[in-house]
């Protein structure tokens, strides 16, 4: 079921995109599996709808479950890891998986959130699993897959513990949803407009060379600025 479910790409070496082409736009994210030479990052989980692991499982290697934000499309199958990362700000809402932070009951009671129903799934039921995190990931930590470190930055205003990570050697930066090319979330619980300016003011500064977002399709630095001025400018930055 599961691999009728998900869709993946490659998106550069030892990267890979996985989505879910069924649901909605709105809530259809951006999930990475990076691999390294000693273990490997899972990066976002989708909604949970289908298992993500069923169709990506860890192999024979360490894999760290990362969650950039605690918003339903990125932590639907975060509990079925066992090993679960993600920034302390959000620590409490990731332990409860509440609606008024997680968001499920919005993916339940949206009029179409998705264009095919999964045998036995029954809309009406859909919940987020509780999942504790097992570690912390705060501004300036590194996560060290052998081969290639990843710095984490800490980039909030979409939610107040958005996370992404940056690959300093070659620029490679997963920013999952603190900047995408669409329109930028900011109107929701635990959004701030304030913060998420002085966010895109860092982000328009930042020299990297290949954006993967949380949503839609990747983009380089150029982009990334005209992103983050367009931001600005619509807010009075």
Same mark, same amino acid.
Do not use: C
């Given at each position: 079921?599961?691999?009728?479910?998900?869709?993946?790409?490659t998106?550069?070496?030892?990267?890979?995109?996985?989505?879910?082409?069924? %649901?909605?736009?709105?809530?259809?994210?951006?999930?990475?599996?990076?691999?390294?030479?000693?273990?490997?990052?899972?990066?976002?989980?989708?909604?949970?709808?289908?298992?993500?692991?069923?169709?990506?499982?860890?192999? @024979?290697?360490?894999?760290?479950?990362?969650?950039?934000?605690?918003?339903?499309?990125?932590?639907?199958?975060?509990?079925?890891?066992?090993?679960?990362a993600?920034?302390?700000?959000?620590?409490?809402?990731?332990?409860?998986?509440? @609606?008024?932070m997680?968001?499920?009951?919005?993916?339940?009671?949206?009029?179409?959130p998705?264009?095919?129903?999964?045998?036995?799934? %029954?809309?009406? @039921?859909?919940?987020?699993?509780?999942?504790?995190?097992?570690?912390?990931?705060?501004?300036?930590?590194?996560?060290?897959?052998g @081969?290639?470190?990843?710095?984490?930055?800490?980039?909030?205003?979409?939610?107040?513990?958005?996370i992404?990570?940056?690959?300093?050697?070659?620029?490679?930066?997963?920013?999952?949803?603190?900047?995408?090319?669409?329109?930028?979330?900011?109107?929701?619980?635990?959004?701030?407009?304030?913060?998420?300016?002085?966010?895109?003011?860092?982000?328009?500064?930042?020299? %990297?060379?290949?954006?993967?977002?949380?949503?839609?399709?990747?983009?380089?630095?150029?982009?990334?600025?005209?992103?983050?001025?367009?931001?600005?400018?619509?807010?009075?930055?």
């Amino acid at each position: 079921m599961a691999d009728a479910w998900f869709r993946s790409v490659t998106v550069s070496p030892g990267v890979v995109k996985i989505w879910e082409p069924a %649901v909605h736009p709105f809530f259809q994210a951006n999930l990475y599996r990076i691999s390294g030479r000693d273990r490997d990052i899972q990066l976002d989980f989708g909604t949970g709808v289908q298992s993500l692991p069923a169709f990506a499982p860890a192999g @024979d290697k360490p894999l760290l479950a990362i969650a950039s934000h605690v918003h339903i499309d990125h932590v639907g199958s975060f509990f079925e890891y066992a090993d679960r990362a993600g920034h302390p700000l959000e620590a409490p809402f990731f332990a409860d998986m509440r @609606d008024d932070m997680a968001f499920g009951a919005m993916f339940r009671d949206h009029p179409e959130p998705l264009a095919v129903l999964p045998e036995g799934f %029954v809309l009406a @039921d859909y919940r987020i699993e509780p999942a504790p995190l097992t570690q912390l990931l705060d501004e300036g930590d590194t996560v060290d897959l052998g @081969d290639r470190l990843f710095t984490v930055l800490h980039l909030p205003g979409h939610s107040p513990g958005s996370i992404a990570l940056l690959d300093e050697r070659n620029g490679e930066f997963f920013a999952a949803d603190a900047i995408y090319d669409g329109y930028l979330v900011d109107d929701v619980p635990g959004a701030d407009i304030e913060t998420y300016l002085r966010t895109m003011e860092r982000l328009r500064a930042l020299d %990297v060379s290949m954006v993967h977002a949380g949503h839609g399709e990747s983009f380089g630095r150029q982009r990334m600025q005209e992103i983050a001025e367009g931001y600005l400018r619509k807010h009075g930055g």
